[in-house]
């Protein structure tokens, strides 16, 4: 049912929509239309569609002059296909979603197949490839401090803590070469040795880092032979 003008008032059943979208707003029944007078903006007297889906708005199309059941995807977030060229986004118009995006949103690994969301190995490898990295990293750092944290000795007659960083390492080096002993940190203070003790504390220091290095060298191939991301996160190593 269209409307027609008239010499005569007319009674009429508008419905009125909002201007830029056509979203169906409200009716207002009873209304007079005066003789010779058109409708008012954004209205019409076609009637309204009878059924109205769940998640779905009634929206007037103007230039086919009719109702149309239109799903609302406001709200939502439109994933992007192509994530080289696209982003996602959050609907907020009635528009169509864009070839380009889909409601279904995808796993952290997923890429689209043309179809669906699949996973994509290419970027469970590169996942992998960085966690591994990141651990062997992390290893890196305790193996390192777990050396300069130093050994226990008792050369002097008593449990000492024998620091283990460069220049400590140096220091015992040269004690030990110098044919006459010579100072080594012990428990923090630099403590003189003979020639035979500096030389066990230079053997003890190089078994130190030997047995750490070894054992840095372990979990590094076991982080790289790891063929998966849970398998990598198994792996500790405590400070």
Known sequence: MSFTHSN????????????NTGEYIDTEANRIIKRGGGLPASSTVIPRIDTVPDGHVEVFNEDLNN??????????????KITETHENYTIE??????STHTLSKPEKNDSWDGKKWSEDQSKISAELILLKSK????????CGNRIRSGFVSNILGFDGVCRCNRDDQEKMRTAKESGEGGK???NEVFTA???SEAETVYNLAI???DA???EYSDKYSEIQSATTRAAVEAITWPE
Not at 73 to 78: F, M, P, Q, T
Not at 135 to 142: Q, V
């Open 8 to 19: 005569e008032d007319q009674t009429v059943t508008l419905h009125h929509y909002k201007k």
């Open 67 to 80: 109702w149309n059941s239109v799903k609302d995807n406001r709200g939502l977030i439109a994933y992007t």
């Open 93 to 98: 118009a009635l528009d169509p979603i864009p």
């Open 135 to 142: 651990k062997a990293s992390d290893f890196s750092i305790i």
């Open 184 to 186: 080594i940190w012990v």
């Open 193 to 195: 040795h003979s020639q």
């Open 207 to 209: 078994g130190h880092i």
């Open 212 to 214: 750490i290095t070894t």
